[in-house]
């Protein structure tokens, strides 16, 4: 069943497996995501990154595995030799629908990519909860364990107002989806600052420093990995957020040059996103083979004095 | 790692409660007093780090003592298991027997789950005032049910059960318990030697283990020295027993798999965090023949090449807790424990972990993130726990029933324990019937019984009650009416009725219930027992108890038919695709009281 492909200087054995009806071969140890879009499947994503192991904490990417009881999430569920996979199926298609309503109905996805896309193609329609409450119980003083019994007459949301602590970014914590990913890029999986974590549990998990004190007060070095990772503009330059509120930021009309981190001598890549010849942030392509999408405050927020003209 | 810790110093208690587990910290460590050469040293930042699953242990010392986690507390602790506080802060907010507020030394929680509210309408609006509203406690057999913590330097922690009202005002007010019923009363079959689970409840005094060896202790485990490990793993597998804490798989299929693991460092789990509402059948075993699981986790250990055993035990059990921790004790003075056991050449250690207020950490894998020292979040499988379990290593883990079966099938044989039970459903099996009965209590019957002789052996429906609906299972399980008191209690008849047996929960509710009521607790559980991981549970567990609540006002219109299909997409979606358990059933109870007993209608 197995046989090897060469892929540069590696050699990796592949698996044959189905997919939809038709035999693939894939590599072993890729996920079923890389196999179905490797075969021109479009799955969903959400919480989902690139530079992160997966958390399948969204399940929207959920597809049928001949012989599971349940959907399996195509992101982290590796490829094993003689699956039996289907893609679209009643049972994917209603799982991907409910998740899109349940998010949408309780999460603010304006700035997610995609969703009203996928929102279409699911017939998902998020209002049929009923209208969203906007009640303003402080979700960071929430007690583990008890909650406020519903009427039913709104449907619950994770809305709270955005979190200006520092001069660097934001925390509009109504984006967010709960993929974990910030706190892992903060954590052990890139970083190691470990300022974040998710506290509470269930529908009150949110993620928050220690006692949600102010980054400031935190472990937080502003290396802004987060805001590199969070798919749904959660977390964002302070630039980009009063930019948004002003109603002058202009994603069509900004350009985006890469360059090289002046800073010092790792010679991280750097995506300049310039908008009215300013920089108004900064990311690191996430396919660079060194960071991975990773820089340092200098790097990340570093970059007025470029723009500090002598007329200023 | 390189802390930052923010403002607040852990007062003279708090530093107590963590050295007390942790010992005093060395002068060159941090979180110590240090001089001024200290503060040029750092050490143990990777010793450290190996000490992590001591946190949640931590957390409890300090909370036993000082009653919350306070920052002071939290930044101590970072400094000494060098972890950053934000990651304690999350795990100390995982669980529900934690506050990280200042609160009052005595906390009392008062059950409001499904058995006590039935029992005497105690819910989270009318219970008395400074009481914490608290899900089951798993003394359902005498509802209504109270636990009185009370932190101190030696933390006290009361059961009264039942309870009246105004009791309850008066353990508000300070004032003590009374000493808790015997264990027996909750098994009415005993005392009776014959039994095979019950056999020694209510005759071997708990605490002393001469009692124990004299009634049969110890023999299973010297015979399975003397058939060899293998062996064991043969009777077990030739016994059909499967798992009993609800998901029925076959242990010898488990056991196997650990046994032929090719690493050999391995772990074995007693998973005793029965939180399934309507279940206490683990504690009646626990408290009432301690020894037994010690022994049979040995045997479970040295079947499977296990060096180090845990006792995944939940936290608002004080008494198993005492009962176990006297076991482990007298068991290891007396060589049954420890190094070369009964001079085989086999050593094995037990820890009991005491769990903090969390459902979810009956799961497998949530288990071991929590013993770990982290957010008690269910893993992803695979890798299965046999493989790839607690510190990575291949992992046993069996509930304490499953365990306690393991001692008849070595005493006798695989062979003759199969004969026990139905085609499909070897062996004894325990029932916890709680309740419109008169003795209610956990029952020890052959699979195959059916639902009516159960009730039967329960004494039967309390005078005046007429059955309305039994609840099979727990709040994870299902509904089943009246018509079906002839069912057979075998896993494939129940599976073919469209139910489940579960936990073993029977709970028989009467007219005087309120079903609606029940389906709303169910609903509310699962949304504070949720971990929030993933979005199918998280946001559906919310949205299911939205449409409860619309569907008592709006049953018998056309708003009904939306809401109960809205329920039915989202009970598909918990079961397709949560990440486990929790999730995958939360819908299941509700689902079968819309079917089955037509709760609502459209």
Known sequence: MSTQVTTGLQVRKSVELTIDGKKITAPEDSTLLDACRASGKEIPTLCYGDTITPKNACRVCMVELEGSRTLVPSCSRKVEAGMVVKTDTERTSHSRKLVLELLGSSVDLSLTKNVAKWNESYSANPSRFGAPSFHHDNRDDAVTGHHHSPDGQTAETVHQPVKIDNALYIRDYSKCILCYQCVDACGEQWQNTFAITTAGRGFDARISTEFAVDLTDSACVYCGNCIQVCPTGALMFTSEYEMRQDGTWNEPEQTQTDTICPYCGVGCALTLHVQDNTIVKVTSPSDHSVTHGNLCIKGRFGFQHVQNHASD | ?????????????????????????????????????????????????????????????????????????????????????????????????????????????????????????????????????????????????????????????????????????????????????????????????????????????????????????????????????????????????????????????????????PVKTRYLICNADESEPGTFKDRVLMEGDPFAMIESMTIAAFATGCQHGYIYLRGEYPRALRNLTNAIEVARSKKYLGDNILDSGFNFEITIFRGAGAYICGEETAIFNSIEGYRGEPRNKPPFPVEVGLFGKPTVVNNVETLFNVLPIINSSGEKYASWGSSGSKGKKLFCISGAVKKPGVYEVNFGATLRELINLAGGLKSGSQLQAVLLGGAAGGFVGPEDLDLELTLEAARAAGTTLGSGVVMVLDQSVNMVDQLQRIAAFFRDESCGQCVPCRVGTVRQQEALARLVKSSGTDNAAIDLQLLRDLGQVMRDASICGLGQTAHNAIDSALTRLKVFSA
Not at chain 2, 146 to 157: A, C, D, F, H, K
Not at chain 2, 211 to 216: M, Q, R
Not at chain 2, 223 to 240: C, R
Request: charged share 20%; aromatic share 4%.
């Open chain 2, 1 to 261: 790692m390189d802390l930052k810790i923010a403002s607040g110093t852990a007062n003279a208690e708090e530093r107590n409660a963590v050295d007390s587990l942790l010992g005093q910290p060395s002068e060159t460590s941090q979180g110590a007093q240090r001089d001024e050469l200290g503060l040029r040293v750092s050490r143990g930042g990777g010793e450290l780090r190996q000490l992590r699953h001591l946190l949640l242990p931590t957390l409890h010392s300090v909370n036993d003592r000082v009653g919350f986690i306070s920052r002071g507390a939290i930044n101590y602790i970072s400094q000494r298991l060098d972890i950053a506080p934000a990651e304690i802060y999350g795990v100390a907010t995982f669980y529900a027997l934690f506050d990280t507020n200042e609160r009052p030394a005595r906390q009392v929680h008062v059950c409001i789950d499904l058995a006590c509210r039935a029992a005497s309408g105690c819910t989270e609006e009318t219970i008395p005032e400074g009481a914490i509203p608290s899900p089951c406690l798993g003394t359902c057999e005498r509802a209504p049910s109270v636990l009185v913590i009370e932190t101190g330097v030696t933390v006290r922690q009361e059961v009264l059960a039942p309870a009246t009202t105004k009791q309850i005002i008066e353990l508000v007010a300070g004032k003590s318990a009374p000493i808790e019923q015997p264990i027996a009363q909750a098994a009415p079959q005993t005392p009776d030697a014959s039994l095979v689970l019950l056999s020694r409840i209510g005759i071997v005094d708990p605490l002393s283990i001469d009692d124990y060896v004299s009634n049969d202790g110890y023999s299973a485990l010297r015979k399975a020295f003397a058939i060899g490990a293998e062996n064991v793993v043969v009777e077990v597998t030739a016994s059909g027993l499967v798992g009993r804490g609800g998901a029925a798989f076959p242990t010898g299929r488990k056991w196997a798999a650990v046994a032929s693991q």
